[in-house]
T-cell receptor
Framework: GAVVSQHPSWVICKSGTSVKIECRSL??????MFWYRQFPKQSLMLMAT?????????EQGVEKDKFLINHASLTLSTLTVTSAHPEDSSFYIC?????????FGPGTRLTVL | GQQLNQSPQSMFIQEGEDVSMNCTSS?????WLWYKQDPGEGPVLLIA?????ELTSNGRLTAQFGITRKDSFLNISASIPSDVGIYFC?????????????FGTGTKLQVIP
């Protein structure tokens, strides 16, 4: 199947700083990418839908000014957590859309101290 | 919003036993998906179901798309230690891979050798 990578795989930062997470489709082009968040022992919750060349669509309750999404090319979407706080600590997972299937990345573990 | 409830929440089984888990939804989906997630990794697609009533197998795994389009089950036969993980059902609307995936609450499976 198609491969999606995320970078970094884990990051620790101080409260108040911003963190950027990259999601890349390595062997295919993805016009649509999705960002999910997973808290410990919970399910994956969709944060936003990212379309190449346009603004992201955020799910209800997700602050668009805090979670900045950029999808500047068909193989790269980025999620920036601005002014991170300890409650933003979570496992962030992206997926990239193929015609019939979404391909998930390996996730990024964010820990905010 | 859409909710997908899985049962059981967790289960311990002996190696070699068969496993069955269910998923019910408050909404209709066009596609039902079953994923497995290992600790610290992204979900991996196991089986995709596209038609109401469809029964699909993938090795030791069998899944069915309920007639009402609001439920699905996953069976694992002759469990082995590497089956350990969290299994998520998921629903997807019309539009294939370009539609967001709504995840269920998850079933944690532990296999006793």
């Amino acid at each position: 199947g198609a491969v999606v990578s995320q970078h970094p795989s884990w990051v620790i930062c101080k409260s108040g700083t911003s963190v950027k997470i990259e999601c890349r489709s390595l062997d295919f082009q993805a016009t649509t990418m999705f960002w999910y968040r997973q808290f410990p022992k919970q399910s994956l919750m969709l944060m936003a839908t990212s379309n190449e060349g346009s603004k992201a669509t955020y799910e209800q309750g997700v602050e668009k000014d805090k979670f900045l999404i950029n999808h500047a090319s068909l193989t790269l979407s980025t999620l920036t957590v601005t002014s991170a706080h300890p409650e933003d600590s979570s496992f962030y997972i992206c997926s990239a859309s193929g015609e019939n299937e979404q391909f998930f990345g390996p996730g990024t573990r964010l820990t905010v101290l | 919003g859409q909710q997908l409830n899985q049962s059981p929440q967790s289960m311990f089984i002996q190696e070699g036993e068969d496993v069955s888990m269910n998923c019910t939804s408050s909404s209709i989906f066009n596609t039902w998906l079953w994923y497995k997630q290992d600790p610290g990794e992204g979900p991996v697609l196991l089986i995709a179901l596209y038609k109401a009533g469809e029964l699909t197998s993938n090795g030791r795994l069998t899944a069915q798309f309920g007639i009402t389009r609001k439920d699905s089950f996953l069976n694992i036969s002759a469990s082995i230690p590497s089956d350990v993980g969290i299994y998520f059902c998921a629903g997807q609307g019309a539009g294939g891979g370009y539609q967001k995936v709504t995840f269920g609450t998850g079933t944690k499976l532990q296999v006793i050798p």
